[in-house]
């Protein structure tokens, strides 16, 4: 049976409330309630989950720490990221490009902070952008990191215009840094 918790993820001015839920396998993600997003894309046109696996790894701009390897599955219901157990290749924090980005403030039980989430060359990336938002990164507790990484996949995949297909990494900085641009 999964469990459930409330996330509040908030964009602009429009705060959404999300159940975090964490499944007997080893999965996490949102249970959705309703369809978001301001690209104006046909949710039904979003490939459905990403065509291989994919490393999250934990980065200070130059040195990175892999986080795990995961499959990510979203409809509009539903966002799920399930650990996988397939080989792929990680890209150097240098491949960074910012192409698009919007900022998203995160509330989850007593952890909140802003973050700054881009995409570009293949890499969805999130820098904290306060100092509750680097605590919860820099932090022992998992379950605040990944719902910090659900908020920002759907963030990209609803808000950015990205699908999980184009998605071959996620960077989370672990230090305040400078974007590179692209």
Do not use: C, W
């Amino acid at each position: 049976m999964p469990t459930s918790d409330k996330v509040i993820v908030t964009i602009g001015n429009n705060p959404e409330t999300h159940d975090y839920v964490e499944g007997s396998d080893g999965s996490f993600g949102f249970d959705l309630g309703k369809s978001r997003g301001i690209r104006g894309v046909h949710h039904e046109e979003i490939p459905s989950s990403t065509a291989e696996a994919i490393p999250v790894l934990f980065t200070d701009g130059g040195s990175r720490d892999l986080d795990g390897i995961y499959t990510i599955n979203y409809s509009p219901a539903r966002l799920t990221i399930k650990p996988a157990s397939k080989k792929v290749d990680i890209p150097d924090p240098k491949e960074i490009r910012n192409m698009t980005e919007q900022t998203l403030n995160f509330l989850y039980q007593t952890a909140n902070g802003t973050y700054e989430v881009t995409f570009g060359n293949g890499i969805v990336t999130l820098y904290p952008k306060d100092e509750p938002a680097l605590t919860i990164v820099t932090s022992s507790d998992r379950k605040a990191e990944r719902a910090v990484l659900a908020s920002g996949l759907l963030t990209a995949i609803e808000d950015l215009g990205v699908t999980p297909v184009e998605i071959r990494a996620v960077y989370i900085f672990k230090v305040f840094a400078d974007k590179p641009t692209a």
